[in-house]
């Protein structure tokens, strides 16, 4: 593995970096956070920088499978604003990646051009109310009427719903007793009648609206079935291929953006705080944990890029994707507390400073995308531990 850089990688982070700098000032930031919305045009904006097709093959537009790049642009975005990365991810991640990995031809030709220039975003409907971890058990119920799809039920937490312009659904689409056999993911448009959205507030991640959606007799076009025919009832194993392995590493990679945007400010905030006589970065347990968190912030740089790599790469990465996703989310909560309360003191702590929204934003990364439970039950079941 090359822990180099290379010349691509770091042209990205300066293209993001020059991109920052003149569309996100922190009054826009700060907007998006007070109304928990980031506006549209900004994944135009991102989709015309060329990233948005970083898991697109170049036969349709996109960039080809260059997975390390895309962790490194959720990285830089979210050192800015999780809602930026969040935006990006409904069209590179949810939607690019899903339909590259997925889609039939004519879902490819249909919804990929939208995705690559941002025009158009996908949010991610697995959760239900009743439904987290065990997923196999999703009750949203889909029947098929000749050429068409009915679906009926409920998702919950899907972040980016009420701005979205399709949710890749997972449904129950046969007998409840076959379980992993009976499930189907459908492309729903969410101007579909019979589709309610309505928002549930959270504590952080503002800007990436967190929803509840109902499905009411919505009806679909069969070619809305991702894979189409060999796709229904199918898609447990859609769900278990690469994109999933993705699908880890993302999380990994914003919470690592959170963490650096963190330390960089606590970095900074010790070097202008005078107590004592001297700036506090003399001091030396504020030098001790300043030290701590940069060892980790690379502990977790390292795992990501290893984990990225082998993906990159179609090696075995089961093992690593989980590890970096329960290392990197959980030291990452470390890191940010750690800057709030032994750096930063009262100025952690108080509404409009960027601490207090990274504390807020970091708590999510364990919780999303497989908890650090599963995680754990996934490195133990993959490195055969037997279990009695
Ligand atoms: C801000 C936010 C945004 C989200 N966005 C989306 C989204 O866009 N799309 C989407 O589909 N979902 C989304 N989610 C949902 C998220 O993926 C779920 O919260 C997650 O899958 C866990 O489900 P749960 O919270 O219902 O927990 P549960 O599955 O009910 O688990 C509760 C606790 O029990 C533990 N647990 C459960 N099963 C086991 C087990 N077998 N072994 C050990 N421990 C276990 C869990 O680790 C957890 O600590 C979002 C959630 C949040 C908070």
């Given amino acids: 593995m090359d822990f180099q850089e290379s010349e691509d990688i770091l042209a990205i982070r300066d293209t993001l970096s020059r991109f920052i700098a003149r569309e996100c000032p922190d009054s826009a930031i700060q907007q998006w956070e007070a109304q928990d919305?980031?506006?549209r045009e900004m994944s135009?904006?991102?989709?015309?920088?060329?990233?948005?097709?970083l898991c697109v093959p170049e036969e349709y537009g996109g960039l080809g499978r260059n997975v390390i790049a895309m962790t490194v642009v959720l990285e830089e975005l979210t050192r800015c604003s999780i809602a930026l990365s969040a935006i990006y991810n409904m069209s590179a991640g949810y939607g690019g990646l899903n339909i590259s990995e997925s889609g039939t031809e004519e879902q490819k030709k249909r919804l990929l051009p939208g995705l690559l220039t941002g025009e158009i975003l996908f949010a991610y409907g697995l959760s239900e109310p009743d439904v987290g971890a065990d997923l196999a058990n999703?009750?949203?119920?889909?029947?098929?009427?000749?050429?068409?799809?009915?679906?009926?039920?409920?998702?919950?937490?899907?972040?980016?719903?009420?701005?979205?312009?399709?949710?890749?659904?997972?449904?129950?689409?046969?007998?409840?007793?076959?379980k992993r056999k009976n499930l189907s993911f459908?492309?729903?448009?969410?101007?579909?009648?019979?589709?309610t959205?309505?928002?549930?507030?959270v504590m952080g991640a503002h800007g990436s609206s967190t929803n509840d959606v109902q499905f009411q007799d919505v009806e679909i076009p069969f070619e809305n079935v991702v894979q189409g025919e060999a796709g229904w009832n199918n898609a447990w194993n859609i769900l278990a291929g690469p994109a999933l392995e993705i699908e880890k590493l993302s999380p990994s990679a914003i919470a690592l953006g959170q963490a650096e945007a963190a330390v960089a400010e606590a970095w900074a905030y010790?070097?202008?705080?005078?107590?004592?006589?001297?700036?506090?970065?003399?001091?030396?347990?504020?030098?001790?944990?300043?030290?701590?968190?940069?060892?980790?912030?690379?502990?977790?740089?390292?795992m990501l890029r290893h984990a990225a790599s082998l993906v990159e790469n179609r090696q075995p990465s089961a093992v690593a994707t989980s590890m970096?996703?329960?290392?990197?989310?959980?030291?990452?909560?470390?890191?940010?507390?750690?800057?709030?309360?032994?750096v930063m003191g009262a100025y952690g702590y108080?509404?409009?400073?960027?601490?207090?929204?990274?504390?807020?934003?970091?708590?999510?990364?364990?919780?999303?995308?497989?908890?650090?439970?599963?995680?754990?039950?996934?490195?133990?079941?993959?490195m055969k531990l037997p279990k009695e």
């Fill in 324 to 342: 970096a996703k329960l290392f990197i989310t959980e030291n990452a909560k470390e890191i940010v507390l750690a800057c709030q309360q032994y």
């Fill in 138 to 178: 999703v009750k949203t119920r889909a029947e098929r009427k000749g050429d068409r799809v009915i679906v009926n039920g409920s998702k919950r937490w899907t972040s980016g719903a009420d701005v979205a312009d399709y949710i890749y659904t997972l449904v129950r689409s046969g007998p409840v007793e076959a």
């Fill in 270 to 302: 010790s070097q202008q705080r005078v107590q004592g006589g001297k700036r506090i970065c003399g001091h030396q347990a504020v030098r001790h944990v300043l030290s701590d968190v940069q060892t980790k912030l690379q502990a977790c740089r390292l």
């Fill in 37 to 39: 919305t980031i506006p």
């Fill in 44 to 53: 135009v904006k991102l989709g015309k920088l060329g990233f948005s097709g």
């Fill in 186 to 195: 459908l492309i729903i448009p969410t101007n579909s009648k019979g589709l």
């Fill in 350 to 382: 108080a509404h409009g400073f960027n601490m207090e929204r990274y504390v807020r934003d970091v708590l999510v990364g364990p919780i999303i995308g497989g908890s650090t439970a599963i995680q754990r039950n996934n490195i133990a079941n993959l």
């Fill in 197 to 201: 959205i309505t928002r549930i507030p």
